[in-house]
C-alpha cells in the first residue's frame, strides 16, 4: 500500500495528537493444531504505520508470504475467503440471482481452483513441447556439425604432418642464420664494450666538467660578494678619508690663526689695556664733572618751564573769562558754570596731586635700586675669576674624554666594516642556502617539503628529543663514487624521518593533522627489525652500508634502507651475485638488480643528484651557520663597544652640561653685570624721567591753583560786559612775558642737551 492508503487506515478519534501507527491483532485457537505451530494459541497481528507495512507471527516478525502460507496451511485461502462472513453477505447471497448463485457455489466447492489450476497446466505443456521441438532441432545441427568435424580433422592431421616437415625447414634455416647473427653479434659485442668504455670515460669527463663548472660558479659568486663588500668598504674608506681631509683642513687653520695670535706682540696689548682704563678713569672724571652741570641745567630748566607755565595759565584764564563775558547773560549762569569747573578743576587736583606723590615715591625707589645694583655688580665681578677656572679644568677633562671616544669610535668603524662585511656574506650564504633548499625540495613533492619543514619547526616548537630528522642528514659517505649508488638505492628513503619510537611519531602526526602542514614518512627506531644477510665481502662486490659514515644509534634506519644492497663492479657480477646470494646489488654507475628479477638502470643526470643537493645544503647551512656566530660576534662587540662610547659620551655630556652651566653661569653673571649696568643706566634714566614728570606735575598743579585762584576771584566779582583796563594790560604783559620765557626755555633746553650728548658721547 501506498503511504496516503496507509494514512487513511488511521483512526485519529478525538484525540489532538497525530496517530503515527495502528495495528489488528487475531489470536486464533490452535488446540487442535489446525496451524502447524505447536502451540495452542496462534497470534497474528498487522501493524501500520505511515512509513511501515509489518507482520508479526507468535510476536514474532514474519514476512507476508508466510502469513499467507500459514493461512493456506490452516484453511484460509485468498481463493475461497467465506471463512468470515463480513457484514451484509448474507443479505446478498438471498437476494443473488441463480447465476450468482451457481458461481458461488463453485467458487465454495472448490471448481473455480481446479479450473485455474487445470489451465495452467495446459500452458506447461504447451511450453513444454515447444521446448522439445527446439531441443530436437539442436540436436539435428549438432549431428550436421560433427560430421563437418570430423572431415576438418583429417585435414588438420595432413596440415599437422606438412607443418612438422615446414618447421624442420625453418628450424635449419634459423640454425644457420643464428650462427651467423652470433658471430655478428659478437663482433657488435665487442664494439658496443668499446663504445661503453668510451662512453663511460666522456661521462666521467662530463661529471668531472660540471663539477668543475659548479666549482668556477660558486668561486664567480664569492668573487662578486666579495666585489660587492670591498666597493661597499672603499665607498666608506672614501668616505672616511673625505672626512679626515676636512678635519685636517680645519685644524691646519685653526693652528694658523693660532700661531697667527701667538706672534702678536703681548706687550703691545697689555700697553693698549693701559692706556683704556687710564682713558676710562678720565672719562669718568669728565663725567663726574658734567653731572653737576647737567643737573644746574636741568634745575634752570625746571624753575623756567614752572614760570612759563604759570605765565600761559594765567594768560588763559584771561582769555577764557574774556571769552565767557559774551557768553552769559545773568551772574547766576555764570556762578553755576565756573562752580562747575572749580569743582572739575578740583577733582583733577587731586588726582595730580597724587601722582606727583607717587612719582617721588619712585624717585626714592629708583635711587635705592642704583645702589642696589651697584652692589651686585660688585660682587658679580669677583664670581667671574672662579667661572673662568672652572671652565679651564672642564675643558682639560673635555679634552681627554674626546680622545678616548675618537679611539672607541674608530674601533666602532672598523668593527661595523666587518659587520658589513659579514652581513654580506652572510646574506650570500643565506641565498646560495635557499637555493640548494628550493633545489632539493624541487627533487621531491611538495607535501613531502612540506611535512620536513613542519618536522622542524614541530621538534623545536614542543622540544621534542626523539626526533632525529630526515635520513639524509644523518649519514656522509667518505667517498664520493659510492653517491650514485648510495642514492639511487635509498630513493626517496633519504626523506623518510627517523624517530626513536612510534609514540614520537604519533605525536608528531597528530600536531601535523591538526596543523595541516604536509605528509611524511617515519621510521621508528622501536618497530625496525632489519634483516642482514651473512655475505662475506670479495672485491667484485661490498655491502653498501660500510660505504655510509653514521651515528651507531641510527643504525636499525640505514640496516632499514641499505643492509640488503651489494654494491659490484659491473652488470655482470651484479646479476650473478643477485642469483647466487639472493640479495639486492647497484654497480657504480647506478644500474640495480633487484633479486626479484626487476632490472633497473640507465643515464643519472648528476646536475640532479639528490646526494650532491644535500651536500650543497649542508655546506651552505654551515657556512651560513658559521657566519651568523661571527656576525651575531661582531654584533655583540659592537654593542659592547657602543656602550662604552655611550659612557665616554654621558661622561662627555655631562662635562659638556657642566662646562655649558659654568660658562651659562659666567655668562650669566656676565649677563647680569651688563643687565645691572643696563638697569643702572635705566634707573638713573628713569629718575631724570621721573624728576621731569614730578617738575612737570608740579608746574600743572601751580597752573591748576592759579586757574582756581582766578575762578573763586571771577566768582566773587559781578558779571561784567567786558575785561577791565588792569586785566587788559595784563593779557598784554603776560604774552610779552610768555614770548621771553618760551625763548629762554628753548636755550637751557638746547644747552642742557648738549650737556646729555657730551655725557654719552664719554659714555661711549
Not at 361 to 384: C, F, H, M, P, T
Not at 632 to 645: C, D, F, M, Y
Request: hydrophobic share 35%; glycine share 4%; net charge negative.
Amino acid at each position: 500500500m501506498s503511504r496516503e492508503e496507509r494514512q487513511s487506515l488511521l483512526h485519529e478519534g478525538v484525540s489532538v495528537t497525530t496517530t503515527l501507527s495502528a495495528y489488528v491483532e487475531i489470536i486464533f485457537d490452535n488446540s487442535d493444531n489446525r496451524f502447524p505451530t505447536g502451540r495452542e494459541d496462534v497470534i497474528l497481528r498487522r501493524t501500520i504505520g505511515l512509513k511501515k507495512d509489518e507482520y508479526s507471527l507468535d510476536k514474532k516478525s514474519a514476512s507476508k508470504a508466510d502469513v499467507m502460507n500459514l493461512l493456506e496451511s490452516a484453511g484460509f485461502s485468498k481463493s475461497n475467503p467465506y471463512y468470515i462472513v463480513p457484514q451484509g453477505r448474507i443479505t446478498a447471497l438471498t437476494n443473488a440471482k441463480d447465476h450468482e448463485r451457481l458461481a458461488l457455489l463453485k467458487e465454495v466447492a472448490g471448481t473455480k481452483v481446479y479450473e485455474q489450476r487445470r489451465s495452467e497446466s495446459l500452458r506447461i505443456m504447451a511450453e513444454t513441447d515447444a521446448k522439445r521441438t527446439k531441443i530436437n532441432e539442436l540436436i539435428d545441427y549438432i549431428e550436421s556439425r560433427l560430421t563437418e568435424l570430423e572431415e576438418e580433422k583429417e585435414e588438420l592431421r595432413e596440415f599437422q604432418d606438412k607443418d612438422k616437415e615446414r618447421r624442420c625447414l625453418e628450424y635449419a634455416l634459423y640454425q644457420r642464420e643464428l650462427e651467423e647473427v652470433g658471430e655478428a653479434l659478437e663482433e657488435i659485442d665487442e664494439e658496443r664494450r668499446g663504445e661503453v668504455h668510451g662512453a663511460n670515460m666522456r661521462r666521467e669527463q662530463y661529471d668531472t666538467r660540471e663539477k668543475e663548472i659548479q666549482r668556477l660558479e660558486q668561486q664567480i659568486s664569492q668573487a662578486k660578494h666579495s666585489l660587492q663588500s670591498l666597493q661597499i668598504s672603499r665607498k666608506d674608506s672614501q668616505f672616511e678619508l673625505t672626512e679626515f681631509i676636512r678635519a685636517r683642513t680645519e685644524l691646519e687653520c685653526v693652528v694658523a690663526d693660532i700661531r697667527a695670535v701667538g706672534e702678536r706682540d703681548d706687550g703691545a696689548l697689555k700697553q693698549k689695556l693701559v692706556s683704556v682704563q687710564q682713558a676710562t678713569r678720565a672719562k669718568e672724571r669728565e663725567l663726574r664733572e658734567l653731572i653737576p652741570l647737567w643737573d644746574q641745567a636741568r634745575a634752570k630748566e625746571s624753575a623756567e618751564k614752572r614760570k612759563m607755565e604759570e605765565a600761559r595759565t594765567q594768560l588763559n584764564a584771561l582769555f577764557a573769562k574774556q571769552g565767557r563775558v559774551n557768553r552769559f547773560r545773568t551772574k547766576a549762569e555764570r556762578d553755576a558754570y565756573l562752580k562747575q569747573e572749580i569743582a572739575s578743576m578740583e577733582a583733577y587736583q587731586r588726582t595730580r596731586t597724587a601722582a606727583l606723590e607717587s612719582t617721588r615715591k619712585d624717585v626714592a625707589q629708583a635711587k635705592q635700586n642704583v645702589a642696589e645694583a651697584e652692589r651686585r655688580v660688585e660682587n658679580i665681578q669677583g664670581s667671574l675669576e672662579d667661572g673662568r677656572m672652572r671652565v679651564k679644568d672642564i675643558a682639560e677633562q673635555l679634552a681627554a674624554l674626546k680622545e678616548q671616544h675618537t679611539e672607541f669610535t674608530e674601533r666602532r668603524k672598523d668593527l661595523w666594516r666587518e659587520d658589513t662585511k659579514l652581513d654580506g656574506l652572510l646574506a650570500h650564504a643565506g641565498e646560495e642556502l635557499r637555493a640548494a633548499e628550493r633545489n632539493l625540495a624541487g627533487m621531491m613533492d611538495k607535501d613531502t617539503g612540506s611535512g620536513l619543514r613542519a618536522i622542524d619547526r614541530i621538534a623545536e616548537r614542543h622540544n621534542l628529543e626523539g626526533v632525529y630528522g630526515p635520513l639524509y642528514r644523518l649519514f656522509e659517505i667518505p667517498d664520493s663514487t659510492f653517491s650514485t649508488p648510495i642514492e639511487l638505492t635509498a630513493g626517496n628513503s633519504l626523506f623518510h624521518v627517523v624517530v626513536d619510537t612510534d609514540a614520537t611519531a604519533q605525536k608528531v602526526l597528530d600536531i601535523m593533522l591538526r596543523e595541516k602542514t604536509g605528509r611524511v614518512t617515519f621510521m621508528p627506531l622501536n618497530r625496525l627489525k632489519p634483516k642482514q644477510p651473512s655475505i662475506p665481502p670479495n672485491q667484485d662486490a661490498l655491502p653498501l652500508l660500510e660505504k655510509l659514515s653514521y651515528d651507531s644509534a641510527h643504525a636499525k634506519a640505514f640496516q632499514q634502507v641499505f643492509g640488503k644492497t651489494w654494491v659490484c663492479r659491473d652488470l655482470t657480477v651484479a646479476a650473478a651475485y643477485v642469483k647466487s646470494h639472493g640479495v639486492n646489488t647497484i654497480t657504480l654507475d647506478g644500474d640495480k638488480v633487484d633479486r626479484k628479477g626487476a632490472l633497473t638502470g640507465g643515464y643519472h643526470d648528476v646536475r640532479r643528484s639528490r646526494i650532491e643537493a644535500i651536500k650543497n645544503v649542508a655546506t651552505w647551512r654551515t657556512k651560513f651557520d658559521t657566519d651568523d656566530k661571527h656576525a651575531k660576534e661582531v654584533k655583540i662587540a659592537i654593542t659592547t663597544l657602543e656602550q662604552e662610547i655611550t659612557k665616554v659620551t654621558g661622561k662627555i655630556q655631562v662635562l659638556n652640561v657642566q662646562q655649558a652651566q659654568a660658562r651659562e653661569a659666567r655668562e650669566a653673571l656676565l649677563s647680569d653685570s651688563t643687565s645691572l649696568s643696563r638697569e643702572r643706566e635705566r634707573l638713573s634714566e628713569r629718575i631724570v624721567t621721573l624728576e621731569n614728570e614730578a617738575d612737570e606735575l608740579e608746574t600743572e598743579l601751580s597752573g591748576i591753583a592759579q586757574r582756581l585762584q582766578g575762578y573763586r576771584t571771577e566768582l566773587a566779582s559781578p558779571l561784567t560786559q567786558a575785561l577791565t583796563n588792569d586785566e587788559a594790560s595784563l593779557i598784554e604783559t603776560l604774552g610779552q612775558e610768555l614770548d621771553q620765557r618760551r625763548k629762554l626755555v628753548l636755550e637751557l633746553s638746547k644747552s642742557r642737551a648738549e650737556v646729555g650728548a657730551l655725557a654719552r658721547c664719554i659714555l661711549a
